[in-house]
């Protein structure tokens, strides 16, 4: 810092301060020196021909109407507009905005206590309400962002898994093509085969289907506890890899490369109103091209407002487990399971 520099600007500004104490000064004395404006105009009643009808006061010279200079008569009326005009609201303490309370029946309030859905939110005339419309509004923006949102690089690292792809270009076709969602792209075939164990008892897939957000905010807690079950349960897990733009039917196509005995397939689900978080697990046994919808199992609404994550992955392993035991799954289990 140059010290003579500041020192120069400190003998500056304190210079400017004086003679501006020293100008306000001059003007007080002025102000104070000068004399008392007096009234320009005075206008008497001159009409009266009778002095003893002249009332006792136009007797003591004082004028009937009086006029004023505009300044003086500024500063006299300040005095009144701020004694008149004091904002009150200074007084009061500025409460933050909030909606009113919802008046609800009890029925109504016991039923909102069971479900998240939109049940006795009312109307303001033909419309609904502002709070109602703007929940409506930020849900679907959520359920947009779930759909067209990716899976970021750091949760796959995390989960120490790497990325094939689908026959899909881009999200638009995964939308109106679901037919090339099922089938995996050649360079994803050759990863596979070269990167993943053949014959496992169990394979893991995870896909971030129609929603990236239920992956990013389940799958980690999902995977953990779902590889601790089946560890605790003696059952081998084969290689786990992401699939970019995957269908629920691709686990067959992965059936029939990797020939596992059970695929699990931890995949976003399409975003509703209520939660664009939603994820679900698709078991099937022995997955082939060509298998059916009713020989596979699915564990769905897995997230925090539905089945908790953790509690869904060591629920998996069960499932896998009796898979395991009656060698089947879907409607062939429960036939078997009697």
């Known amino acids: 810092m140059n010290e003579q520099l ?3 600007i400190t003998q500056l500004v304190v210079e400017k301060l004086g003679n501006n104490v020293s100008d306000k000064s001059t003007n007080q004395t002025i102000v ?3 004399e008392p404006k007096e009234t320009l105009i005075k206008i008497y009643d001159t009409a009266t021909k009778w002095p003893e009808e002249v009332p006792s006061s136009i007797e003591s010279n004082e004028p009937l109407i009086k006029l004023y200079q505009q300044e003086s008569f500024q500063q006299e009326s300040s005095h009144d507009k701020e004694s008149y005009y004091e904002p009150a609201y200074n007084e009061a303490a500025i409460q933050p905005f909030s909606f009113e309370a919802d ?14 859905a939109r049940i006795g939110v009312g109307r303001a005339g033909t419309r609904p309400k502002t709070k109602t419309w703007l929940k409506f509004r930020l849900d679907h923006a959520a359920a947009v962002d779930a759909v067209y949102g990716e899976v970021t690089e750091g949760l796959l690292q ?3 898994v790497f990325q094939v792809t689908t026959k899909v270009t881009d999200k638009e076709e995964y939308i109106t093509r679901p037919d090339l969602g099922r089938r995996l792209s050649d360079d994803g075939k050759a990863l596979i085969q070269s990167k993943c164990k053949q014959n ?3 394979q893991i897939i995870i896909s971030n289907g129609l929603s990236a957000s239920a992956i990013e905010e389940n799958v980690q807690d999902v995977y953990l506890a779902l590889q601790q079950s089946l560890s605790n349960l003696n059952i081998e897990i084969g290689t786990t890899f992401y699939i970019d733009k995957g269908r629920v039917a691709l686990m067959d196509e992965i059936g029939e490369i990797l020939q596992p005995e059970v695929i699990v397939y931890l995949i976003g689900e399409r975003p509703g109103l209520v939660s664009a978080e939603s994820m ?5 046994y022995k997955p082939r091209i060509g298998t059916v ?3 596979r199992m699915v564990i769905s609404n897995i997230h925090k407002g539905g089945i908790p994550p953790l509690e869904a992955g060591a629920y998996l392993g ?13 409607v062939d289990l429960v036939a078997k399971e009697g």
């Open 32 to 34: 104070e020196a000068e």
């Open 280 to 284: 679900s697990a698709y078991l099937c």
């Open 103 to 116: 008046e609800v029946s009890e029925s109504v309030q016991a039923a909102k206590q069971h479900t998240p």
């Open 293 to 295: 919808e009713a020989e």
């Open 6 to 8: 500041v020192s120069m």
């Open 318 to 330: 069960t499932v896998v487990q009796k898979i395991l035991q009656y060698q089947a799954s879907g």
């Open 158 to 160: 995390k989960l120490n």
């Open 200 to 202: 496992p008892k169990v």
